[in-house]
């Protein structure tokens, strides 16, 4: 299994700077069942951030109600670099 980093903060905040290799993916196309997401494996580890958390941590609800299993919450961009082997 994987890992796919997913930044969910709005188009023109991931321009300024993301993680590299992340998805942009805002709630709002999530909400919508994002097409980027329809083949990856619901057990498939997606790690989420944002500018404070609060977004990614909605977007890991919408997901999981979606049925992806393994979700976390990166928080933001410096402590996804941080703390993860990106």
Do not use: F, W
């Amino acid at each position: 299994m994987s890992r796919l980093i997913i930044d969910v903060r709005e188009p023109h905040e991931y321009a300024t700077g993301h993680v590299e290799g992340a998805l942009n993916i805002p709630p709002q196309e999530i909400m919508a069942g994002s097409p980027q997401l329809s083949n990856i494996a619901k057990d498939t580890e997606l790690l989420l951030y944002c500018k404070t958390g609060n977004r990614s941590k909605v977007a890991m609800i919408l997901l999981a109600q979606q049925g992806y299993t393994r979700l976390k919450n990166g928080i933001n961009k410096d402590q996804v670099i941080a703390r993860y082997d990106v």
